[in-house]
C-alpha cells in the first residue's frame, strides 16, 4: 500500500475542460461481467501487438518497430461504422498505411530538404546496411564498397547543406532500386499476417462478448498518482484526471470498476510506450485556449474526436462507444449525424481516418438546412497531398482556410491524464490546416472574418 499522501487539487484553469454544457446520453445499467471481459481482450489485443513486433524483426530485421504503425490501423478499422469493437478487417490488405510506414524506416517516402537530410543520412546508411546485412549479402555489401558509403559515416558531419541534399537523394535512389522488390513482396507477407490476426481477434472478441463470466474486484490506490489495478493488470493516472472523470461518469455507482475498464481500452488496444510517446500522438487534443476561442468566436460546443480523457466540452464522439458512453460520449463520429450545431474536428492523424471524416462531413453539410459548421484541425501533409486534405479543399462548403507553420503552434500530449502539468504541452512538429466547413445557415450564424481568424491562430501559438 502507498503511505498516505496528500491528494494533488489541481485547478481546470491549468489543463482546462468546460462541462457547463450538458450531454444528452441515455445512461446504461452495469455490467458485472465487463471487468473480466475486459481483462481477456487486453491479453488478446496484447498478443497482437506482439505478433506485429516479431513479423516487423522477422521480415524487415527492424530493431525496432516503426511506432504508432499498428496503432494506425486499428484506428482505421475503429472508423468503419460497425457494431463490434473490431471488424473483420476486409479493406487491410488494400490499406497503405503500413507501405509508408515501413518505407519511411528506410527514408525511401519522406520528403528531403537541407535539416532533414542531415538528420536523415545517418539513419538510412545504418538501416539499409543492416537490413541489407541480413537479407542480401555480399552482393550489397559491394555496392557499399563502391559507394563508399561507410565512409559517410564519418564524413557527413562536414558537408555543407547542399553537398548533403544531393549525396542523400543519389544514395536514397541507390538505394531504392535495390531495396525496392524485397520491400513489396515482405510488406504484402507482412498485411496478410496481420489480416489473419485480426480476423482472429474479431471472432475472439465476438465470443467473449457472447460469455458470462465472474468478476474479481477493482482496487485503487490514491497516492502521487492514482493506481488502478485488477488481477495482473495495473495502469495510472493522475489526479486532475481522476476527478475529471468522476464529473463525467453518468451512473451513481461503479465507477472504480468502469474506470479500470476505460484505462484498459485505451492504454491495451493502442499499446502505450510512455518512453517513446507511442499511443498517446494521435490522442493529442488542442489547448484550452484554443477551445475558449473556438467557442467565443464560432459557437463550437461538440468535440468530433476525443475521449473522456482529453475532451474539453461534455458533448463528443470518440472511438469506443460501449464504455466512452457512460462518460458522456455519444459514440463515434462516424455513426453521428447532427443535423445542427457547431462543431469542432481533430482527427488521428492517420489518412484514411482524415478522408473518411472529410466525406463523413460533406454529406452531413449536404443533408441539413439547419445551422451546421465544422472547423478542422489535421496535419498538412503535402508529399502527397493527403486525400481528406484535397477533399475538404474542393468542398462546396469550404468557408475559409489558412495553415500554422510547425515549431509555431501547440498541443496538449495524448498522454496528459498520466504525465505532470509541467509536461503535457508539446510543439507540433508539422504545419497544421485549419479548414472551416459550414452550410449557408451556419456561415450565417457563425460568420468568419480576419479578426476572428487572428484571434484563433493567437490561442494555438
Excluded at 30 to 48: A, C, G, H
Excluded at 200 to 220: P, Q
Excluded at 234 to 251: I, P, V
Aim: net charge neutral; glycine share 4%; aromatic share 14%.
Amino acid at each position: 500500500m502507498f503511505p498516505k499522501h496528500k491528494l494533488y487539487e489541481i485547478s481546470a484553469d491549468q489543463l482546462g475542460y468546460n462541462f457547463s454544457i450538458k450531454s444528452s446520453v441515455i445512461k446504461s445499467g452495469y455490467n458485472k461481467n465487463e471487468l473480466e471481459k475486459e481483462y481477456l481482450r487486453s491479453k488478446l489485443i496484447t498478443d497482437v501487438h506482439q505478433r506485429f513486433d516479431i513479423e516487423c524483426k522477422k521480415l524487415f530485421f527492424f530493431r525496432y518497430t516503426p511506432k504508432d504503425s499498428l496503432n494506425r490501423i486499428l484506428f482505421e478499422q475503429l472508423s468503419v461504422p460497425n457494431n463490434d469493437l473490431i471488424p473483420i478487417p476486409r479493406h487491410v490488405l488494400e490499406l497503405d498505411t503500413l507501405d509508408k510506414e515501413i518505407k519511411n524506416v528506410f527514408c525511401l517516402t519522406c520528403k528531403i530538404d537541407s535539416k532533414t537530410a542531415r538528420i536523415r543520412l545517418k539513419k538510412l546508411i545504418k538501416e539499409c546496411i543492416y537490413f541489407a546485412k541480413q537479407m542480401l549479402q555480399n552482393d550489397y555489401f559491394q555496392l557499399i564498397e563502391k559507394n563508399n558509403l561507410s565512409d559517410l559515416l564519418k564524413l557527413y558531419d562536414t558537408l555543407t547543406d547542399s553537398e548533403l541534399e544531393k549525396f542523400f537523394l543519389d544514395k536514397r535512389a541507390v538505394y531504392a532500386n535495390l531495396l525496392h522488390s524485397q520491400i513489396e513482396s515482405r510488406l504484402m507477407c507482412l498485411k496478410q499476417v496481420m489480416f489473419n490476426e485480426l480476423t482472429k481477434l474479431s471472432y475472439d472478441f465476438k465470443k467473449i462478448r457472447d460469455e458470462n463470466y465472474t468478476s474479481d474486484k477493482v482496487s485503487i490506490e490514491l497516492g502521487q498518482k492514482v493506481l488502478v489495478r485488477y488481477k495482473d493488470k495495473q495502469f495510472e493516472l493522475n489526479h486532475f484526471h481522476y476527478n475529471k472523470l468522476k464529473d463525467l461518469f453518468l451512473l451513481n455507482e461503479f465507477f472504480d470498476e468502469y474506470l479500470f475498464v476505460l484505462l484498459s481500452r485505451y492504454q491495451t488496444f493502442f499499446r502505450h510506450n510512455h518512453q517513446i510517446n507511442e499511443g498517446y500522438g494521435m490522442q493529442a487534443s488542442l489547448s484550452k485556449k484554443v477551445f475558449k476561442q473556438l467557442n467565443k468566436l464560432f459557437g463550437v460546443t461538440h468535440e468530433s474526436f476525443a475521449s473522456p480523457f482529453n475532451c474539453y466540452f461534455r458533448n463528443y464522439c470518440s472511438a469506443f462507444p460501449d464504455i466512452d458512453c457512460l462518460f458522456g460520449s455519444n459514440g463515434s463520429f462516424f455513426d453521428y449525424k447532427p443535423i445542427e450545431g457547431s462543431f469542432e474536428a481533430n482527427p488521428p492523424f492517420t489518412e484514411e481516418v482524415i478522408e473518411r471524416m472529410s466525406v463523413h462531413i460533406e454529406n452531413l453539410l449536404n443533408g441539413s438546412s439547419r445551422p451546421l459548421s465544422f472547423i478542422v484541425f489535421i496535419p498538412e501533409w503535402l508529399d502527397p497531398p493527403t486525400p481528406g486534405l484535397v477533399n475538404m479543399e474542393k468542398s462546396k462548403f469550404l468557408r475559409n482556410t489558412f495553415n500554422i507553420e510547425k515549431n509555431k503552434h501547440s498541443y496538449i500530449s495524448g498522454s496528459q491524464y498520466v504525465d505532470g502539468l509541467d509536461s503535457y504541452l508539446y510543439q507540433a512538429a508539422h504545419n497544421t490546416r485549419v479548414f472551416f466547413l459550414q452550410n449557408d445557415a451556419g456561415n450565417l450564424k457563425w460568420p468568419i472574418d480576419q479578426t476572428k481568424l487572428e484571434l484563433l491562430k493567437k490561442s494555438m501559438e
